[in-house]
């Protein structure tokens, strides 16, 4: 099976500019979580689909948003970036239906905002 | 708050000797623990879960209610084993993890 694809790999943005991400989950899963890491904060939970819908939210401003499509594929959206938006984004997979099903990472999407 | 705390964020040892990365935590529920670990270039992977309960690349993980704690242990550390640990929390079920700033493991020859 593939693994969990996020693209794209780097994005280089100014403040104040949007941007998408995008993550593509292993065959069968139905759960996408996003994660933010940055040195100083770690890897902080940002929100998680299943079956389209927004299951859990981290404490992240409403500039962060995302969305999951019918195949599970999912998008998250960052609007009017900050310089401190600046971070390395996960994206996780997992089957999750009812209890908690191992994440599986993907290589992340690396955000710079100048 | 749910809280994981890596105390240790570099962790060098050699190789053959004993490993224990500490993980406490805080949480007022019963909680999910698990160890993460990103080798060189890989991407983040599941290592152990506290309900499995098993040994994975020698590695165990015995959750402590009472100290609040969920350390790692390998009695003979490889230099295979060098990487990043995370250890991560989660809220009975809810598929979200609170995660350690992490520790990075060095074995040496």
């Known amino acids: 099976k593939a693994g969990v694809t996020q693209t794209p790999r780097y994005l280089i943005k100014t403040r104040g500019q949007q941007v998408t991400l995008s993550c593509s989950p292993i065959?069968?899963?139905?759960?996408v979580s996003w994660y933010q890491q940055t040195p100083g904060q770690g890897l902080q939970f940002l929100f998680e689909y299943f079956s389209e819908t927004q299951r859990n939210k981290g404490n992240f401003p409403g500039r962060f948003s995302g969305r999951q499509f019918s195949n599970s594929r999912s998008e998250m959206n960052v609007s009017t970036l900050e310089l401190g938006d600046s971070a390395l984004y996960l994206c996780?997979?997992?089957?999750?239906?009812?209890?908690?099903?191992?994440?599986?990472f993907g290589n992340g999407t690396r955000l710079t905002v100048t | 708050a749910q809280r994981v705390t890596q105390p240790e964020k570099l962790l060098s040892v050699f190789k053959g000797a004993p490993v224990e990365l500490k993980c406490n935590y805080s949480y007022s529920g019963s909680p999910e623990l698990f160890w993460y670990v990103q080798y060189s270039r890989q991407r983040l992977q599941l290592l152990l879960r506290?309900?499995s309960r098993e040994s994975i690349k020698g590695f165990t993980a015995d959750l402590n209610k009472g100290e609040t704690s969920f350390h790692l242990k390998k009695p003979f550390a490889q230099e295979e084993d060098s990487a990043m640990y995370y250890c991560a929390l989660s809220n009975q079920g809810a598929q979200k993890l609170v995660f350690g700033q992490g520790t990075r493991l060095t074995i040496n020859p």
């Open positions: 506290h309900i």
């Open positions: 996780a997979s997992s089957l999750a239906g009812e209890g908690l099903s191992p994440l599986h």
């Open positions: 065959s069968g899963h139905r759960s």
